[in-house]
């Protein structure tokens, strides 16, 4: 007797049913992208050949610019390419014809825009986990304050996460406004960026009078709600009929034409 | 696409019955500096396969994305089994189907992981989910094309893929914007094999295009749409045959031995008769009488007077013909 085999074998999804379809999606498009895959491998090369270059020069004066260019580095990567890779072209699933098939899905805005953002945080974890073992061999060979630098390293993965907001919030603009609010934020993010690490890293290591820029990185810090509210705003109300207030503007002009029109039709 | 295939089945609705279910009433939509909808009604009714047809600019999508609750009538009305598109958006999105004429590609992408992330935000879950992925990847013939890139379909198989999509939610009425555009001859044979199917199996669909003989062979209701206002609504065949009482012509293609500028100078000067196209060896005529014995007499007077014909071939109007007859009566004082 042959054993009955469906005709075709029901393929399983590989994410979980719990969680959100567009961090899914994001996540499946991510993990993918080539600014990931090369940003991490970037990474750990830059990482291993600044790492090595530390345990050789050992106690070499030099060492200190090093030491600068291994967090610009991991800076660079959590603060500014994953987060913001997408600033200046604009979200794909926002041009329209992306955005009306979502539209008559069952999607709201904070489900696209949690999605989304939850997505940017999870390769940004990838690459903070991957900056780990980096940190061991410093502490170990070259004797860092591992507390101070994991202190470091957990404030700019939490920069990352606001400038991943910014990001999301400026990609959503039509394009002129996009290229504008992009050149004027880079900067500010630059100084919050700046003021939060060095702020909070003073303050754990008591090495100098952090208050100010403490403050400042908190500001910037607390950006994020704001750039959170507006974005989801503005994709909620995309989310509804967005072109559906055009009636109450109507001038008599237009209300004549369309009864005209209407009489028209209703003759033929 | 192999049409002998059983495809799985989709969720049969309901046949045609006397309550329509797409209900517009004097809709008209009006943007800063176009009047694109000028007041337009016509009803659909259950299981039909409705033809939008227009040129370019005559209100064809708008209409369309009125009906997909994406954009908003200044004026009028339009109802989906009597769910008001602008008061129920939400209970209408779950009626519609929409798959718009250009959809865009999402990079890094299977073209498995695009239809289960679409049958994910359409609330689709576990197991149902599953099966309703691989119920739509085998009626649109996806199944070999599961792990391929998006980015790397061709025109063809991105439209299936689209069409795919659309049908994930299980929607009772299909709205399809120009979906045959840019395919070639194999696409476009395969999209009616789809369209056929999913008429079979009670759907009522609204497609529209530019390629009126297609929409011919795949609809049983036309609607013409010209400069926003509706200039037709009726069967195809009827408008195919056409009659003198509407206007419309027979279409008859004549064959001659030499000079075939002969045959629009005789045309010319004998009444009832039209030049339509002229071609390097006869002409396109169309005559203003259907009877046989017209035709007869039509035909022994071109020979008794002197043309050469070697070919007399009457033809069904083309949809073609008869949209621009119509466009024309339409726009006469």
């Known amino acids: 007797m042959t054993a009955a085999f469906p005709s075709t074998l029901v393929r399983e999804s590989d994410f979980s049913d719990r969680l959100n379809p567009f961090l899914v999606k994001e996540l499946r498009q991510g993990l993918r992208s080539r600014v990931f895959v090369f940003g991490l491998m970037g990474l750990q090369a830059a990482l291993a050949f600044v790492t090595m270059a530390r345990i050789i020069a050992e106690d070499d004066p030099t060492t200190r610019s090093l030491d600068v260019f291994y967090w610009l580095l991991i800076g660079t990567l959590l603060h500014l390419i994953l987060p913001l890779r997408d600033l200046f072209k604009g979200d794909t699933d926002r041009r329209k014809e992306n955005w009306d098939l979502l539209v008559v899905t069952v999607q709201n805005g904070d489900g696209v825009l949690w999605g989304k953002w939850l997505s940017m945080i999870s390769q940004m974890v990838i690459c903070w986990l991957s900056i780990l073992p980096y940190e061991l061999l410093r502490y170990y060979i070259v004797e860092h304050e591992i507390m101070i630098e994991l202190l470091g390293l957990t404030v700019l993965l939490v920069n990352g996460m606001v400038a991943a907001l910014w990001g999301l919030l400026v990609s959503s603009l039509p394009a002129a406004g996009r290229y504008v609010t992009a050149l004027l934020m880079i900067p500010a993010m630059f100084v919050g960026n700046a003021c939060s690490f060095v702020g909070v890293v003073t303050v754990i290591d008591h090495s100098g009078e952090p208050g100010q820029l403490l403050a400042v990185g908190m500001i910037y810090m607390m950006t994020a709600v704001i750039s959170y509210g507006l974005t989801i705003s503005r994709y909620d109300y995309d989310m509804q009929q967005p072109r559906g207030i055009g009636h109450l503007y109507l001038s008599d002009e237009d209300r004549q034409l369309m009864d005209a029109e209407s009489r028209s039709s209703a003759t033929a | 696409m192999d049409s002998s ?16 279910l797409v209900r517009v009433r004097d809709v008209h939509r009006l943007f800063p500096n176009v009047y694109a909808v000028k007041g337009i009604s016509f009803d659909i ?3 039909q396969v409705v033809g939008f047809i227009g ?5 064809k999508t708008t209409t369309m994305r009125m009906m997909a609750t994406l954009d908003v009538p200044t004026r009028g009305q339009i109802s989906i089994a009597n769910e008001d598109v602008v008061q129920r958006p939400a209970q209408v999105r779950r009626l519609v189907g929409w798959m718009p004429d250009n959809y865009g590609t999402y990079a890094n992408m299977t073209v498995f992981e695009y239809l289960d992330f679409f049958a994910r935000a359409y609330g689709l879950k576990g197991q149902d989910r599953a099966q309703r992925v691989q119920e739509v990847m085998d009626f649109a013939d996806l199944t070999p094309l599961a792990d391929r890139m998006m980015n790397a379909l061709s025109k063809g198989m991105g439209q299936r893929l689209c069409f795919g999509r659309m049908l994930l939610p299980d929607p009772e009425f299909l709205i399809l914007d120009e979906p045959a555009a840019g395919l070639d001859p194999k696409a476009r044979m395969e999209f009616k094999n789809l369209v056929r199917l999913l008429s079979q199996r009670g759907k009522t669909l609204f497609i529209s295009s530019h390629i009126l003989s297609e929409l011919g062979e795949m609809c049983d209701t036309m609607l013409f749409i010209d400069g926003g206002k509706i200039v037709y609504h009726g069967d195809a065949n009827e408008l195919r045959k056409g009659s003198a009482a509407n206007g419309t012509r027979m ?25 339509v196209e002229t071609r390097r060896d006869g002409a396109r005529l169309a005559f203003e009488a259907d009877d046989p014995q017209s035709i007869a007499a039509a035909l022994r007077k071109m020979i008794g007077d002197g043309l050469s014909v070697i070919d007399f071939h009457r033809e069904e109007r083309r949809l073609e013909d008869a949209f621009v007859d119509m466009i024309k009566d339409k726009s006469k004082p």
Do not use: F, K, M
């Open chain 2, 5 to 20: 295939t059983t495809p799985p089945p989709l969720t049969s609705t309901a046949s045609t019955s006397a309550e329509p």
């Open chain 2, 45 to 47: 009714h259950r299981g």
């Open chain 2, 55 to 59: 040129a370019n600019g005559a209100g």
């Open chain 2, 251 to 275: 279409a008859i293609d004549i064959v001659v031995a030499d000079r075939p500028e002969s045959i629009s100078e005789w045309a010319s000067v004998n009444p009832g008769w039209t030049v």
